[in-house]
């Protein structure tokens, strides 16, 4: 064996080869401890395919084994990912979001607790169905097989997910509840249809929320410029939930303040009032509704005349521009070329009094602000400010005065304003807001003129079906509950273009109408695929039932989400429309609670390093970059690169592909190396050498040297001045790491990268242990079962494999640990009661070491001082030094721990101290 550079060492009691024969096959054939008894000193590229290939199928059994049972006794945690598109394989941005989900799994469930770490698909959408086009395939063949290959890759990676929980959204038996849930919304009043102008993508053929439009104009997803078209479309009235959704971020403490900021900004004040104005377009016909937004719902009742901008979407509507006269027409036509304002002619009802205000479109930038492009009409309320005021005047506008006072909110008073009439001004806009809140016939209280409502309609097919009927009788009539679901029907060919495709399907199309019975049509668009997300989270508490989307009494044992873990793209679309259908089903009775997310962990992106083509914009991949010089060039041309980090994509030839990193160094290594280096909410800067300077080794010769030594016979009894302070640094020091690292996963950043810092710096000390504490001590031996327990969550493979071999040597002196089960199955390591105290040593401020001291002389700072003076850091640093005070701390913070902390300041010039890092 000498001449393969293998040492191995037979662990007792268990099987071993003594013969020759045996000897032969093993250097034909490497093969790990758990199979043949023998421990394997080198952790290699053999040696770690072997160790994964053995233990990926025990920890795949290992998983289906924590199928979620409620437990009296155990406190419950619900760890939550958010779930895949399923594109067709995984990017390295679903590796790390899915290893810092499984690695906060596997801590919660190593400490004691009943853990819910779900799994599924968000499965619907336009990806899927322009790959399948693209490919003369149906769009579910190509999502399911997606799910499949995906699947396997997340098996793969040994991730501990309860997948007998798994949902996938494009499934009838998920996409039924979200049309109950539809349904429920639309009998609440808060779905409806009207017209509307909508961001159109003439890319994807489809319309686009305001959300799904970015700040160039362009659409999120295929990046073509927007268009505005005229289209009757369906709504969810989010703005019914504004107040409530801006408020409750108070209730979010553990989310972070940036993301609460960015979603209370987005919403904006909820003070105002939207009113509904009925517009007399013709003689005796005031049947069409004009909703308008004014910040001063207690000024309403001096509320003279109606203002809308040039892009106001009734000046697209046919039937609206032919009721103003033809000369109207014409100068709406140059309001691009002139500021002018323009008396359209007809008026709206005031909702309170019934005066009639005249309506007029202005292009006067005293009107409408060109930061406001989100608001399209103005309520005229001369008392509400100086412009509105002047405009009235200039225009002719009889008003009445229906504030009086100094401009202050407290001391103002409501005049004219009947019933309202005599109250303080912010008394005043309550009572109005409650009034309207009261009558909701006359419009919508606290709303914001910025978010408006959540058009949900989409002109595609691969989606969840509208549960709506159109009867020229009934109207829009809800599809009946117990014809749910509505089952998407299989097309024999999908374009991509125009119109909803589900026209195609006429005897799905054709209906009769659930109220008379007539002939009727069904709805052909689909649901927005944000719709599809927003309730998941709920189905995943009660994921087989088939009576109703979950069942209270279980979402209530298992909400709120307590980590929900995501990119940082989501915090605004998913994450709010998230929270506002959890909110519509708290007020069903169906949940007890409001907000679904208890903590929010922020994910970074995962970026690689892309070169640009600075004259034409062009991508090149790294194979058509030349690195010889100083600077990279593009190899055909010469020419100099744009050097970035960019978000990984194809298209910009910057991504990895997990599988080939996997392959070439296995699963543990990659998962720790994409949450080593920076904390799980900054960006990550992929750098492929990350994985060449895995540590993982440097912990297997521990476990390596460990088994030698405690099988090999000989005193161990042996206990010297040095042994006892080997003993006492590295029981201090593994209270340090344990303490530190329970504090990282519980902290609200969940600094995993922390976590992966200490375990390396408690493996660093253990390698300095002599060969006599390995064999003897039981702090040595509860040190490093602790450290590889601590690593497994992180690499689960090699831990179990380094566990095994632990288990098995012959003089055990560490009772802590339940050796006869598997390493995920061990309680998570608990600091131990110490008689002894870290002292930290300062000399003029500045860290140069500690010691460990009896923990019995905390209070008596002349006996440190002396242990110091005598430690080999003060012969070091304090001999012949004039030391002018002493500052003495016996409760510093240090690690997590408590320690003490003595800080030495020495005349000035009179000694150069040499800095040195706290170990």
Not at 181 to 186: D, E, G, P, S
Not at 221 to 229: D, P, Q, Y
Not at 483 to 501: E, N, T
Request: charged share 25%.
């Amino acid at each position: 064996m000498a001449q393969l550079g293998v040492r191995r060492h037979l662990i007792s009691g268990l099987p071993s080869r003594t013969q020759s024969h045996g000897y032969i096959w093993r250097k034909l054939v490497r093969c790990i401890y758990s199979k043949t008894g023998i421990w394997e000193d080198e952790y290699n590229a053999s040696t770690r395919q072997e160790v994964e290939a053995y233990w990926k199928e025990k920890i795949h059994k290992y998983n289906e084994s924590l199928a979620y049972k409620p437990q009296d006794n155990k406190e419950k945690y619900y760890v939550l990912s958010m779930f895949p598109y399923p594109s067709g394989k995984l990017h390295m941005g679903h590796v790390r979001v899915y290893t810092i989900s499984d690695a906060v799994a596997h801590f919660h469930r190593m400490n004691g607790k009943q853990v819910l770490h779900p799994i599924g698909w968000d499965a619907f959408g336009l990806p899927a169905e322009n790959a399948a086009i693209e490919r003369g395939l149906h769009a579910d063949e190509w999502t399911y097989s997606n799910i499949d290959y995906m699947r396997k890759q997340l098996k793969d990676l040994s991730m501990c997910f309860n997948w007998e929980r798994e949902v996938t959204t494009c499934s009838p038996d998920y996409y039924r509840w979200t049309q109950y849930l539809f349904v429920k919304m639309f009998k609440a009043g808060l779905a409806y249809q009207k017209e509307a102008l909508v961001n159109w993508d003439p890319v994807d053929q489809t319309v686009l929320a305001n959300e799904q439009v970015d700040e160039n104009g362009c659409s999120w997803r295929s990046g073509a410029k927007v268009e505005k078209r005229l289209l009757k479309q369906w709504f969810l009235k989010q703005q019914h939930y504004n107040k409530a959704l801006v408020e409750s971020l108070e209730d979010l403490p553990d989310w972070p303040s940036g993301v609460k900021t960015m979603q209370a900004a987005w919403i904006g004040d909820c003070d105002g009032c939207t009113f509904n104005f009925k517009l007399q377009m013709n003689p005796g016909d005031s049947s069409f509704i004009l909703p308008i937004h004014t910040p001063t719902p207690e000024l309403i009742y001096g509320a003279a005349y109606i203002v809308l901008a040039p892009y106001h979407t009734l000046l697209s509507k046919t039937e609206f521009m032919q009721c103003l006269s033809e000369e109207v027409r014409n100068r709406i036509q140059k309001l691009d070329k002139t500021t002018q304002d323009i008396d359209l002619g007809i008026c709206a009802v005031h909702p309170l009094t019934n005066q009639l205000l005249p309506i007029y479109v202005s292009n006067s930038p005293s009107i409408f602000n060109e930061d406001e492009t989100h608001i399209e009409c103005r309520l005229g309320i001369p008392s509400a400010n100086k412009e509105l005021a002047e405009f009235a005047l200039h225009h002719g506008i009889d008003f009445v005065p229906v504030l009086v006072g100094e401009e202050d909110l407290d001391s103002d008073v409501l005049i004219n304003s009947k019933q309202f009439s005599g109250l303080a001004r912010n008394k005043g806009r309550v009572a109005v807001l409650d009034y309207v809140k009261d009558n909701n016939s006359l419009g919508e209280a606290w709303t914001s003129p910025r978010q408006h409502d959540w058009l949900v309609s989409r002109q595609r097919y691969w989606g969840t079906p509208l549960p709506i009927i159109h009867c020229e009788k009934c109207k829009a009539v809800p599809v009946p509950e117990s014809d749910l679901p509505v089952i998407l029907p299989k097309l024999k060919s999908v374009s991509g273009k125009g119109i909803s495709p589900l026209l195609q399907a006429t005897d799905w199309l054709n209906v009769k109408c659930p109220q008379c019975g007539g002939d009727a049509k069904r709805e052909t668009d689909t649901m927005d695929t944000f719709v599809d997300s927003a309730w998941y989270f709920l189905r995943y508490t009660d994921p087989h039932n088939e009576t109703e989307p979950f069942v209270k009494d279980k979402a209530d044992s298992l909400m709120p989400v307590d980590m929900y873990v995501g990119g940082q793209e989501h915090a605004l679309l998913h994450l709010l429309y998230a929270r506002f259908f959890n909110h519509f089903i708290h007020d069903q009775k169906m949940v007890s609670h409001k907000e679904p997310f208890k903590r929010l962990l922020v994910q970074g992106l995962v970026k690689g390093q892309s070169y640009k083509v600075a004259s034409t914009g062009q991508y090149l991949a790294p194979h058509q970059v030349d690195f010889s010089g100083d600077e990279p060039v593009a190899k055909e041309t010469g020419e100099k690169l744009i050097v970035q980090w960019e978000k990984m994509s194809k298209s910009k030839h910057n991504g990895v592909n997990p599988e080939e990193l996997l392959a070439k160094y296995g699963t543990d290594a990659v998962r720790i190396a994409v949450l080593k280096n920076v904390p799980p909410r900054q960006d990550m800067l992929w750098d492929e050498q990350d994985l060449e300077g895995d540590w993982i080794p440097n912990v297997w010769k521990l476990v390596s040297r460990f088994i030698k030594l405690r099988n090999e016979l000989g005193n161990t009894n042996k206990q010297t001045e040095d042994v006892e302070r080997q003993e006492d640094e590295i029981k201090i020091k593994c209270n340090e790491t344990i303490n530190m690292i329970t504090e990282s996963y519980q902290s609200r950043n969940t600094t995993l990268n922390l976590v992966i810092n200490n375990l390396i710096g408690l493996a660093n000390r253990l390698a300095k242990a002599s060969d006599h504490i390995i064999k003897s001590s039981t702090t040595y031996e509860r040190a490093l079962c602790s450290l590889v327990i601590m690593v497994a969550p992180f690499a689960p493979h090699v831990t179990s494999e380094m566990w095994k071999g632990i288990a098995g040597v012959s003089n055990h002196a560490a009772a802590d640990f339940d050796l006869e089960k598997d390493v995920l199955e061990q309680q998570w390591p608990q600091a131990i009661e110490s008689d002894l105290l870290p002292l930290i040593i300062k000399v003029n401020n500045n860290n140069i070491g500690k010691i460990p001291v009896p923990l019995q002389h905390r209070q008596n700072q002349d006996t440190l001082q002396d242990l110091v003076m005598k430690s080999a850091i003060g012969r070091e640093h304090l001999n012949n030094v004039q030391i002018r005070k002493v500052i003495y701390n016996p409760s510093a913070k240090f690690k997590g721990s408590t320690a003490a902390l003595i800080n030495f300041v020495l005349e000035t010039n009179k000694q150069k101290v040499k800095k040195k890092s706290s170990e």
